[in-house]
């Protein structure tokens, strides 16, 4: 446990560092864009009324806008993620697979948050800050958690080291 | 579905449930709560800057910072600056924390949930801190008077990233997990077959 711990900050460290440095920023970047496309894209699927611009998500018909900055990209929640795999022992195979479905299962959350929140400033302010402070940045986290225990409970059992001679 | 991976959905879903209401029961006391952080984070800010007064301002928290320059030795005065934080944006994670909690029987204990509120009351403070020390270095005519260095500009702004981003939520996530390993850990240990 111990071990883990450590391997996990840092890891978590590097990783974190790294996102802000320039080609970090330089992957980051087009990610986010592609979030808000995403988002954009679904929204239009059903009332047609969203439009993404880079970063930036807003309504033609209210003018009420959102930009999707550090924290709502989902990239946070994945790095997290990424750690933990990675300070666990476990075959790569089961990593990667871990890695995959652990990235779904953040975007589709962290898609479901912007679209909900997009909504929800059109509607009241107030509940708007709330959900996007305090609601979402908690749920977000906790998806990431509860992939990485059932990734865990995925992995084969480990042999016992054999005795010393 | 395994028993194992229904246990983790169901405890999830209790957590899930049991997070609405807890988050209302800390609205109310965030801003009380929030200075015992703020005060914690006055160490690191007169360490980097100087000394601070502390106020609540509402939902706020109003620092009135002495900057004593670093590049002069006696670290005279240079300016007093007043900023606000808003505490409310680092401290949520006790609700998250009690949601978990109660949401696992194996982590309903009085003193494990005493010890992990008072972690995660002081928690805070990083994020406070060096929110504090972001916005005194974007100032631009307390640059000279700071005088930070490029690493140590660098180690605030990757602070205060990873007190906003990070440890809201995985702090009280991590403290749960250490407090009770076994609302988590069961069925880990599997014989090799």
Redesign the interface.
């Known amino acids: 446990?111990k071990r883990f711990t450590i391997l996990f900050v840092l890891y978590?460290l590097a990783l974190?560092?790294f996102e802000?440095t320039p080609p970090g920023q330089a992957l980051v970047k087009p990610w986010t864009e592609l979030v808000a496309a995403t988002a954009s894209g679904f929204i239009r699927a059903f009332d047609g009324d969203a439009v993404a611009q880079g970063i930036l998500l807003y309504s033609q018909k209210t003018g009420f806008a959102i930009t999707i900055e550090?924290?709502c990209n989902g990239v946070?929640a994945m790095l997290?993620l990424l750690a933990g795999i990675l300070a666990f022992p476990a075959p790569w195979k089961y990593r990667l697979a871990g890695l995959a479905i652990g990235a779904v299962a953040i975007q589709a959350l962290n898609l479901a948050r912007i679209v909900s929140l997009f909504y929800l400033g059109q509607w009241d302010r107030d509940w708007f800050e709330?959900a996007h402070?305090?609601?979402w940045?908690?749920?977000?986290?906790?998806d990431a958690?509860?992939v990485w225990?059932?990734w865990?409970?995925a992995l084969p059992?480990?042999?016992?080291r054999a005795a010393a001679a | 579905m395994?028993p194992?991976?229904r246990r983790?959905?169901g405890l999830?879903g209790r957590?899930?449930l049991l997070?609405?209401p807890f988050?209302a029961a800390w609205w109310f006391a965030s801003a009380p709560l929030g200075m015992v952080a703020g005060h914690v984070a006055r160490l690191p800010i007169a360490a980097a800057a100087g000394p601070s007064k502390l106020f609540r301002d509402g939902e706020a928290l109003h620092y009135e910072i002495t900057i004593q320059s670093r590049r002069d030795p006696l670290r005279e005065a240079g300016a007093v600056v007043q900023l606000d934080v808003r505490p409310?944006?680092y401290s949520?994670?006790i609700?998250?924390f009690l949601?978990l909690a109660f949401a696992a029987r194996e982590s309903r204990r009085a003193a494990r949930i005493a010890i992990g509120v008072a972690i995660l009351l002081v928690l805070p403070g990083w994020g406070i801190a060096f929110d504090v020390l972001r916005q005194l270095g974007a100032t631009g005519e307390l640059v000279p008077i700071l005088g930070w260095s490029a690493g140590f500009r660098n180690f605030v702004?990757?602070g205060y990233?990873?007190g906003?981003?990070?440890l809201?939520?995985?702090g009280p996530?991590a403290v749960w997990?250490a407090s009770s390993?076994e609302a988590?850990k069961p069925?880990?240990d599997?014989?090799?077959?």
């Open positions: 446990m978590l974190f560092a802000l550090a924290g946070e997290v709330w402070l305090y609601i940045q908690s749920l977000i986290m906790l958690m509860i225990l059932l865990m409970r059992a480990r042999e016992p | 395994a194992e991976r983790l959905l999830f957590a899930l997070l609405p988050l409310g944006t949520f994670g609700a998250l949601a702004a990757l990233q990873a906003s981003l990070l809201p939520t995985l996530i997990m390993p988590w069925g880990m599997r014989p090799a077959g």
